[in-house]
């Protein structure tokens, strides 16, 4: 079974450029999760999806930042314009729904490794 | 305000040494999960507990959930240089919230 694939792997861009993260979550996986890692930290959550709805945006800078993910399946992350502080690790991640309130288990991709010169 | 700390955060120990990671919140959570993260790549996970006072084991790992569920701690018995990596716990509270992580090296 094909796990979470995310691209670009590594992605170099000068400030105040746009740049976009792709993301493929398992098959039949209805829950996605945009994380954000920062160097030897935790990830952080930036959005979280049920099929096509964002039910959790509340830590996502939407000044800047917006993610989509047209037709429940594949998940596009945006930011722009890119600010030096941006530079981290973009996690994608994918779980099936378990119900009762409960998290299940996280599939996480390899990330996106975004630098901001 | 980090809402799960973990201690230490940084580790370098010798090959066949034991070792503790600590994960404390002032919060319940509903279960607790462990990852475990290598360079270049995502966390995955390696045990879920559930119920307070829990102890779960995967090899040379043990896993304990807190009796009031709000704190978790991980125990390597004899380390191995594969042990190397980031590990992270997650508290469930509805949705799942990270610690900061603990950075081991093992070191042959």
């Known amino acids: 079974e094909a796990g979470v694939v995310q691209s670009p792997r590594y992605k170099i861009i000068e400030k105040k450029q746009p740049v976009a993260f792709w993301c493929n979550p398992i098959s039949g996986h209805n829950t996605l999760y945009w994380y954000l890692q920062n160097l030897g930290q935790g990830p952080e959550l930036l959005i979280r999806?049920?099929?096509?709805?964002?039910?959790?945006d509340s830590q996502l800078p939407k000044d800047r930042f917006s993610a989509e993910r047209l037709k429940g399946v594949d998940s596009t992350l945006k930011i722009q314009p890119a600010e030096l502080g941006d530079s981290a690790v973009y996690l994608c991640?994918?779980?099936?729904?378990?119900?009762?309130?409960?998290?299940?288990?996280?599939?996480f991709g390899e990330g996106s490794r975004l630098t901001v010169l | 305000t980090q809402l799960l700390e973990q201690s230490p955060q940084f580790l370098s120990i010798q090959e066949g040494e034991n070792l503790t990671v600590y994960c404390n919140s002032s919060s319940v959570f509903s279960s607790l999960q462990w990852y475990r993260q290598e360079p270049g790549e995502g966390p995955v996970l390696l045990v879920t507990v559930v119920t307070g006072g829990e102890v779960k084991k995967l090899k040379r790992l043990t896993f304990q959930f807190g009796d009031a569920r709000k704190d978790s701690s991980l125990h390597i018995t004899a380390a191995q240089p594969g042990d190397t990596g980031l590990y992270l716990c997650a508290g469930d509270r509805g949705k799942l919230i990270f610690g900061q992580g603990t950075e081991l090296s093992v070191k042959p």
């Open positions: 999806y049920e099929n096509e709805e964002a039910v959790d």
């Open positions: 991640a994918s779980s099936s729904s378990r119900g009762g309130g409960s998290t299940g288990e996280l599939f």
